[in-house]
C-alpha cells in the first residue's frame, strides 16, 4: 500500500495550508499517512467508537471544539483520551482554534503530532485531500509513447522497434504534441489515467530517441506548441508486426477491445504493421473516430445496420442523374 509520511504532508503544504506543529515535531516522521479520506471526530468525542477510522488523518473543527467545551473537564479529558488512544496519523486543528491541553498532553504520550492550520475546516479539507490523493494515487510506469492528437491521449505501445518513437515524431510534424518517449509514467486519477515523463530532471523530459540519428530534443526543435506536461489517456494504439498478429486484429471496427492499466479500461487498436504503411494518419484517424464516440457517432455501427438493410433487398431510393453536374 502506498503511504506518506506526516513529514513530506508538513515539509511539501506547510506554506499552502499554513501549518504550524503545535507538539510532536519529532515524530512527524514516524507517523505514515496511506488514504485521502479524513476522519472528524464528533461521535468519538460524544463517547461512540464503534466506527473509527483510525488510519485516517482527524479534523479538529470548530464543531467539535465547540461540542468539547460543554463538557465537564472529567467528561471531557476521559473522551479525548479515549480518542487519541485509538489512533491517527496526526491530528489537524482548524480555523486556529485553540487547542485543549488535554489533546496536547494526550497526543505527546501517543507519539502523536498535532498540527493547526488558520484556514476554514471546509476549504482545508479539500485542499488537503486533493493533495493526500495526488500522492497516494496508484502509479505505474509503460513502456510507450503518449502524444495528444486532437485533443486525444494516445498511448502507442509495442515491442522495441516497431516504430513508435517514429510515429510520434512523424505526428509532432503534423503538429500534435508529445508528452513522453520511452517511458510513460502512469497516474490513476479517480477513473482516469494522467500521462506524463517519467524523468525527474526539467532537462530530459521531452526528448526522442530515433534509431540512426540518435537522441533529438523536440522541445528546441519545434517549440512548445509541440509538447505537452501531461495528459489523459483516451486509447492506446499497439503496435505489432504482420508476421506476429496472425490475422488477429478488427476488421470492422464492431467489437471494441481494450486493456487495463492500473484496472482502468482504455479502448485498444491494434495496428499490424506491413512495409508503407502510414501509421500516423491511422493514429490521426482513431483519434476522430474517439471524438465521434464521445458524440454517439459511430460509423462502423452506422455501416454494419445500412449493408444488412441492403443485403435483405430492402427498398434503396434509386438516384439518377440525367448528366454530370459536378
Known amino acids: 500500500m502506498k503511504s506518506i509520511t506526516v513529514k513530506t504532508l508538513y515539509d511539501e503544504k506547510k506554506e499552502h495550508l499554513k501549518l504550524e506543529v503545535l507538539v510532536g515535531k519529532e515524530f512527524l516522521a514516524l507517523r505514515r499517512i496511506t488514504t485521502y479520506d479524513i476522519f472528524r471526530p464528533g461521535l468519538a ?98 513502456q510507450g509513447t503518449l502524444v495528444d492528437i486532437y485533443g486525444v491521449g494516445v498511448l502507442f505501445i509495442g515491442k522495441p522497434g516497431t516504430g513508435k518513437s517514429e510515429c510520434a515524431l512523424d505526428l509532432i510534424e503534423r503538429g500534435h504534441r508529445l508528452v513522453a518517449d520511452d517511458l510513460v509514467q502512469i497516474v490513476q486519477r479517480g477513473d482516469l489515467l494522467i500521462g506524463y515523463g517519467a524523468e525527474k530532471s526539467k532537462q530530459l523530459k521531452h526528448h526522442i530517441e530515433i534509431r540512426g540519428v540518435g537522441i533529438v530534443d523536440i522541445f528546441r526543435i519545434f517549440g512548445v506548441k509541440a509538447v505537452r506536461l501531461r495528459k489523459r489517456i483516451e486509447t492506446i494504439v499497439e503496435l505489432v508486426l504482420w508476421d506476429e498478429v496472425k490475422g488477429e486484429y478488427d476488421r470492422t471496427g464492431l467489437q471494441k477491445k481494450t486493456k487495463k492499466i492500473l484496472d482502468i479500461a482504455i479502448p485498444s487498436v491494434i495496428i499490424p504493421l506491413t512495409p508503407g504503411k502510414n501509421v500516423s494518419v491511422i493514429a490521426e484517424v482513431i483519434a476522430m473516430n474517439h471524438l465521434l464516440a464521445l458524440r454517439g457517432i459511430y460509423p462502423a455501427k452506422e455501416y454494419d445496420v445500412e449493408l444488412r438493410r441492403v443485403l435483405a433487398n430492402m427498398q434503396v431510393p434509386s438516384v439518377h442523374y440525367d448528366e454530370e453536374i459536378e
Open 45 to 142: 468525542l460524544a463517547g461512540y467508537t464503534g466506527y473509527f477510522l483510525s488510519d485516517r488523518i482527524m479534523i479538529i473543527g470548530k464543531t467539535e471544539a465547540s461540542y468539547l467545551k460543554t463538557l465537564k473537564r472529567s467528561l471531557r479529558d476521559k473522551h479525548i483520551a479515549k480518542v487519541v488512544r485509538l489512533g491517527t496519523p496526526c491530528i489537524i486543528v482548524a480555523k486556529g482554534l485553540s487547542v485543549d491541553k488535554t489533546f496536547l498532553k494526550q497526543a505527546q504520550l501517543r507519539k502523536m503530532p498535532v498540527l493547526r492550520t488558520p484556514l476554514s475546516t471546509t476549504p482545508f479539507i479539500h485542499s488537503l485531500s486533493a493533495f493526500l490523493e495526488y500522492k497516494l494515487a496508484p502509479v505505474k510506469c509503460i
